[in-house]
C-alpha cells in the first residue's frame, strides 16, 4: 500500500488537468524508470508492473546470484548472503526478484519524482492542445477577452486555453471589453519551448470566407462555391463566388434580399464593404465585373505579363479606383493582373514611370496605392483630394502636377 499511497498523493491534481488513468501509469512509468536511471545507472534489470483499475504500481529489481566476494555490478549482482536474507534457499547463479518500495528511494528523489511527473503531465496536455488546435487551423472560434495588451489581446476558451490575437490580426475598427466574446479563425499554433501559442486572426481572408459557410446555406451545403477572397481588413473586401447550378444566382444568394444575409457579416467585420461579384473564366469579363461599380468600355488583355488595360468614360475612372485607391487594388488582387486605367478619348498617356529621373520613386509609389500611375491621371485629381488619399505634402503634389503638366504643353 505504501506504493499506491504515494502514487495518489502525485496524482492528486489528475482530475483538473483532464487526463485519464491510462495515460497517467504510462507517466508515472516514464518517471520511475528515469528515477531508477538516475539512481542505479540502469533501469534494463527492472520490472514495473502497472494495475491501471488499481492506479498502483509495483517495481522489482532482478539481479544474479554471485558468490560473496564476486560482486562487481551491485545492481546487476547480488551476493549469496545478501540473497538468503530474501530466501534462505538461493543458490549461486539464480536469479533473485527484489521488490523496490518507492519510500525506500529517499524523501529528495521523492520530491524529485513528484516534480518530474508535474512537468510530464503539464508536458502531455500541451501535445494535446497542440494536436487539438493544429486540426483547427482555418477554422471559427470564439473565446472570450481575459486581457487587453498593446500588442495583442489575449482570449481564454471554455477549457481555459489562451489564445492570443494579435495587433496586426485585429480589423482597425476592433475594440474589445474584458468578458466579451470575440469571433476569428485559428490561423497558426506554435510550439514555443514545450508550450503552444495559438494564433487567432480577424483580418485574414478565410475569415471572411468561413463566414459565408457559417450564414449562408447555399455555401454551407456547397451549392455555391467561393471561388476567391481578397480583402482591405476594415475597408473593403471582393468575393468571387461561382454555381453549378443554373438555377442559383450565386450572388443574389448570399446577399439576399436588402442585403439581409450579407449585413451580419458585414457588421461582424467592423461595417467592411463587401463586393461579393460573379466568378467567370474569361479574364475580361472578369476584370470587367471586379471593376464594379465603374462600367468599363473596353478592355486589352497583356496576359503575359498579366496586365489589363481598362479603357473608361472619365465620369467612370473615380468609380474604377474607389476610396483610398481600393476598388482597383482589390480588383487587381482578385483576377490576378495588374490594372490600369485610361480615360476613353484621351489618346496620349504617359507612365509616370517615365519621370524616374525628375520624380522620386517613392513619390511614384505613393499615387500607385491609389490606382494612378499615368500623367494624365494624376493631372485630373484636384490636389485636396490627393491630399487626402497620399501621405504626400501639398508642394510636392504641386511640383509633381507642374512636371508633368510641363510634357503635355512640351
Not at 488513468?21 to 520490472?47: P, Y
Not at 471554455?158 to 492570443?164: F, P
Not at 494564433?199 to 471561388?227: A, C, H, N, Y
Request: hydrophobic share 40%; net charge negative.
Amino acid at each position: 500500500m505504501e506504493n499506491l499511497a504515494l502514487i495518489d498523493s502525485f496524482s492528486e491534481f489528475k482530475d483538473d488537468k483532464l487526463i485519464d488513468r491510462v495515460t497517467l501509469m504510462a507517466i508515472l512509468e516514464e518517471v520511475f524508470r528515469n528515477a531508477l536511471k538516475k539512481k542505479f545507472g540502469s533501469d534494463d534489470n527492472f520490472d514495473i508492473i502497472i494495475n491501471p483499475d488499481k492506479g498502483d504500481l509495483e517495481i522489482w529489481r532482478n539481479r544474479v546470484v554471485v558468490a560473496d566476494d564476486e560482486v562487481e555490478d551491485p545492481n546487476q549482482e547480488i551476493s549469496l548472503t545478501d540473497a538468503r536474507k530474501i530466501e534462505p534457499d538461493f543458490e549461486v547463479g539464480e536469479d533473485v526478484s527484489e521488490e523496490v518500495k518507492l519510500v525506500d528511494l529517499g524523501r529528495r528523489a521523492i520530491l524529485a519524482l513528484r516534480q518530474n511527473l508535474i512537468s510530464k503531465i503539464h508536458e502531455h496536455d500541451n501535445t494535446t492542445i497542440y494536436k487539438q488546435f493544429k486540426d483547427l487551423i482555418g477554422e471559427i472560434y470564439t473565446a472570450e477577452v481575459h486581457h487587453i495588451r498593446h500588442k495583442a489581446v489575449i482570449l481564454l476558451d471554455d477549457e481555459g486555453n489562451e489564445i492570443v490575437l494579435p495587433k496586426e490580426k485585429q480589423i482597425p475598427s476592433d475594440f474589445f471589453r474584458k468578458g466579451e466574446n470575440v469571433r476569428g479563425i485559428i490561423e497558426n499554433v506554435e510550439l514555443k519551448g514545450s508550450k503552444p501559442t495559438i494564433i487567432m486572426s480577424r483580418t485574414s481572408p478565410d475569415f471572411l470566407e468561413k463566414l459565408f459557410e457559417q450564414e449562408i446555406p447555399e455555401v454551407f451545403d456547397g451549392l455555391i462555391s467561393i471561388k476567391k477572397v481578397v480583402r482591405i481588413p476594415g475597408e473593403k473586401a471582393k468575393v468571387a463566388v461561382d454555381s453549378y447550378d443554373d438555377r442559383i444566382d450565386p450572388v443574389g444568394a448570399c446577399v439576399g434580399m436588402k442585403g439581409s444575409r450579407i449585413h451580419g457579416i458585414v457588421r461582424e467585420l467592423g461595417n467592411e464593404n463587401i463586393d461579393v461579384i460573379n466568378y467567370t473564366g474569361n479574364p475580361q469579363l472578369f476584370i470587367s465585373r471586379a471593376l464594379s461599380p465603374a462600367r468599363v468600355t473596353s478592355i486589352n488583355l497583356d496576359e503575359e505579363n498579366k496586365r489589363a488595360e481598362v479603357i473608361l468614360k472619365p465620369e467612370e475612372v473615380s468609380k474604377a479606383i474607389g476610396k483610398g485607391g481600393y476598388n482597383i487594388r482589390l480588383a487587381g488582387f482578385l483576377t490576378g493582373y495588374e490594372i490600369d486605367v485610361f480615360r476613353e478619348g484621351v489618346e496620349e498617356d504617359v507612365e509616370l514611370t517615365e519621370f524616374a529621373d525628375e520624380i522620386e520613386q517613392w513619390v511614384i509609389d505613393e499615387f500607385k496605392k491609389i490606382g494612378l500611375d499615368t500623367a494624365r491621371s494624376v493631372l485630373d485629381q484636384d490636389v485636396e483630394d490627393l491630399l487626402k488619399r497620399t501621405d504626400l505634402e501639398e508642394e510636392t503634389i504641386l511640383e509633381v502636377k507642374r512636371i508633368l503638366k510641363e510634357e503635355f504643353e512640351d
